[in-house]
């Protein structure tokens, strides 16, 4: 669907760009994402090549783009990754509760247009939680500190630019004892806590924009009488107990998800107009986009991330430079209290006793934060693909072929297109009379029958 898109309307779309000299031209890493989008899964780019050593079967497998933007492919895979290196090398068996920060609108336009702003935010926000934390911690020293992982939503649900962050924070504090680190957890939250949270979040927050001259005393003045929080939503709801690790997967993977869901997205008139299902309906009771390719496109060139920019980012004794990160990250996928069987023989070491001395060299040689594709589509589908379908053996990747002249005879031989998809170039807006003016009622845009008087009586 969004292929047939970008594939049919990505020159027009350019095209149309350049040509508006008061409008801001595409970034360069805007459309290199599209472009590569359109190279992601054809054979005719590439590929490597399975082979079954029992039975001879074969099938090939097309190189991906890794973009970061658009593409479902690759951000599945970076969403399914992400989700497994954080339960498997750095969560240890403690409850999860996912905290949700959203701001005021007259707020994200500055946030969405300076990235710099992002980190005095964010530390604000998780400085006020970590001392919440502390205090609902039972014997919690001072200098106890808390652990999270942030990830930073540049989009919103309907497709609309939305920068928030989702909090993955553990639900309690660490704190040195002698060798060892000992987890506080922390007692449920209460509808005070958050009050008390959101209201120190906002204070600090205007405060910092009125210091940087992004607001005056009296647009902050008036923020901080709004209502409801003055548009400052925060949600705690969601908590995964400590035993539930394939509960913090799921969270872990909803955190880090790309900026749309493909399958939402359905076309209304093939090439001509798409309709978005929204995931729940709006203030005025709108359930669905009905959008134009070329909508559709300036909407996701607005959400693809910029380049060098982290997704995800650590903090307190998960922060890079943290004195018990090791500790705690060693205690990954384990409980924080040792019983007997722990000690004497952890799940981690006990399994790796069983394995060959090549399987183990093999596995330790790979970083912990990297995984095979194919172990990432077993994770989330159960079904590992390197396993063949006639004998039931284990294949292997024998070639990767990049070759133009090799790529193009085997794909002849094997009867596939030898050719990438053509890209549509650019063509003009149709004229007056190819346009349909029934249109406009199919999607709710009723014609009015009567003259609408524009005059104003004071």
Not at 56 to 64: K, M, Q, R
Not at 70 to 91: G, K, Q, W, Y
Not at 161 to 181: P, R, T, Y
Not at 214 to 224: G, I, V
Request: glycine fraction near 8%; hydrophobic fraction near 40%; charge should be positive.
């Amino acid at each position: 669907m969004v292929y047939q898109v970008v594939q049919q309307h990505l020159e027009t779309w350019l095209a149309q760009a350049r040509a508006e000299l008061d409008g801001d031209p595409v970034p360069a890493f805007i459309e290199r994402d599209l472009r590569r989008y359109l190279d992601c899964g054809i054979l005719a780019h590439g590929f490597a090549r399975a082979r079954c050593d029992g039975c001879g079967e074969g099938f090939l497998i097309a190189f991906s783009c890794k973009g970061r933007g658009i593409c479902p492919s690759c951000n599945t895979r970076r969403m399914a990754e992400t989700a497994a290196h954080l339960v498997d090398h750095v969560f240890p068996q403690v409850p999860v509760r996912q905290w949700v920060l959203s701001l005021p609108k007259r707020l994200r336009y500055f946030l969405h247009h300076d990235p710099d702003l992002i980190g005095p935010v964010l530390r604000i926000f998780l400085a006020t939680v970590e001392d919440r934390l502390k205090v609902r911690s039972p014997g919690a020293p001072a200098e106890a500190r808390f652990g999270a992982v942030t990830f930073v939503h540049r989009f919103g649900a309907a497709l609309n630019v939305n920068l928030h962050f989702h909090c993955a924070i553990m639900d309690g504090v660490f704190s040195a004892q002698g060798e060892k680190v000992q987890f506080h957890e922390a007692k449920l939250l209460s509808e005070e806590d958050l009050a008390a949270v959101q209201g120190e979040v906002r204070t600090r927050v205007l405060r910092l924009f009125k210091h940087r001259g992004l607001l005056s005393p009296e647009d902050a003045a008036e923020l901080r009488q709004w209502g409801h929080g003055g548009g400052f939503s925060l949600d705690a709801s969601v908590r995964i107990e400590a035993r539930d690790r394939k509960g913090v997967e799921r969270l872990l993977r909803y955190c880090a998800r790309p900026i749309f869901a493909g399958e939402r997205l359905v076309w209304a008139r093939l090439g001509q107009r798409l309709i978005y299902q929204l995931p729940k309906p709006r203030p005025d009771g709108q359930t669905t986009l009905a959008l134009t390719p070329l909508e559709l496109l300036n909407r996701l060139a607005a959400l693809i991330p910029p380049p060098r920019r982290h997704r995800h980012r650590y903090h307190g004794v998960l922060a890079p430079n943290a004195p018990l990160r090791g500790a705690v990250t060693a205690r990954a996928g384990l409980p924080m209290v040792e019983s007997r069987r722990d000690v004497t023989a952890p799940p981690s070491t006990a399994a790796a006793a069983k394995q060959s001395p090549e399987t183990a060299t093999a596995k330790t040689s790979r970083p912990p934060s990297r995984y095979l594709w194919a172990w990432l589509l077993a994770r989330i589908y159960e079904v590992f693909p390197l396993i063949c379908p006639q004998c039931g053996e284990p294949m292997r990747i024998i070639a990767f072929v990049t070759d133009g002249d090799t790529i193009q005879r085997i794909l002849e031989h094997l009867g596939e297109p030898t050719q990438p998809p053509p890209i549509a170039s650019a063509r003009g807006p149709p004229g007056w009379e190819d346009f349909d003016q029934r249109e406009a009622a199919v999607f709710g845009e009723v014609i009015p029958t009567y003259e609408f008087d524009q005059t104003v009586s004071w």
